[in-house]
């Protein structure tokens, strides 16, 4: 859909690493959504950024009291204005393009539909709100889990703390933008690889799937931004336990499409 070099240049936005705001942005934040200083919510909160995206960027803190190890989102300060500045600015974008490439490059979703999706985004309560849901859904299981969120207000979520490594980084080995590896690379790989890793490997993409799958066909409740930057996996390879963050978009599938859709799943596992 894009050239190669428009892609490099927005891929430091999947990767959490957009510019980060200022500390005293996050005190007048924290301030304003529950009514205390940084020192009263949290024993231990580190100015260091864990993550920087598009609409927040999160830091690794102790909750005061509990002790609990938390991760804290906190929306960036001009998000909402540049947020639907951006609306304008892309469907103007693709309106000029449409014409240049003969129609072909689109955008299948509507105005409305977008704008909808940059709301969720940017309010952290919906976000909290689909969490507690992904939890239930998922109540029991041990392989697949999702942060509880202790505080919440529409600019700070505080959720638990994840630890591990992100799938995203199990990628990198693959190239940018996914080169075809050479047989004789394969091979090389494959057998430098110890069973239990290929072992391990297998039994995190079987967890995954099954996640996926059981947003899609039991629950009707699906992620919306499932990439490997938002799905943490345990340092321990023998531990195929996963934590989904990051539920600001969610999605269903309508009730009058979902018999064309299961049609589609039944044919494409048939090899139809």
């Keep these: ?8 240049a927005l891929e430091p936005l999947r990767h959490g690493e957009v510019p980060e705001h200022s500390a005293a ?16 919510v949290f024993s ?15 830091h690794r803190a102790r909750m005061a009291g509990s002790g609990e190890e938390v ?13 639907f500045v951006d609306i304008h600015l892309i469907f103007a974008f693709m309106k000029t393009l449409g014409p240049l490439t003969c129609g072909n490059f689109t955008i299948p979703f509507s105005r409305h539909d977008f704008h909808a999706v940059l709301q ?21 299981d041990a392989l697949v889990v999702f942060p509880s969120v202790s505080h919440v207000s529409d600019a700070v979520l505080v959720e638990s703390w994840a630890p591990g490594v992100l799938i995203s980084e199990g990628f990198k080995e693959l190239g940018e933008f996914f080169q075809k590896i050479p047989a ?6 494959h057998m430098s690889e110890s069973l239990e890793k290929r072992q391990a490997n297998s039994r995190l993409a079987e967890v995954v799937f099954s996640a ?8 009707n409740f699906i992620h919306g931004d499932l990439h490997g930057g938002n799905v943490i996996r345990s340092s321990l390879p023998s531990n195929a336990k996963v ?4 539920a600001g978009v969610v999605t269903s599938i309508a009730p009058a499409f979902q018999p064309r859709f299961h049609a589609f799943l039944q044919d494409l596992c048939q090899g139809r």
Aim: proline share 2%; no cysteine.
């Design 120 to 140: 969720r985004q940017t309010d952290f309560t919906l976000e909290a709100e689909n969490l507690a849901r992904f939890r239930r859904y998922f109540d029991g």
């Design 1 to 8: 859909m894009l050239p190669a070099d428009v892609i490099a």
């Design 25 to 40: 942005h996050n005190r007048a934040t924290i301030r304003e959504s529950f009514g205390a200083e940084v020192e009263e």
């Design 44 to 58: 231990f909160f580190d100015e260091k950024t864990v993550a920087s995206g598009t609409v927040a960027q999160v």
């Design 184 to 189: 004789e690379k394969r091979v090389k790989r």
């Design 71 to 83: 991760a804290v989102k906190i929306r960036h300060p001009a998000v909402l204005h540049e947020t």
């Design 212 to 219: 996926v799958m059981k947003m899609f066909l039991r629950d």
């Design 243 to 246: 934590t989904i963050i990051d």
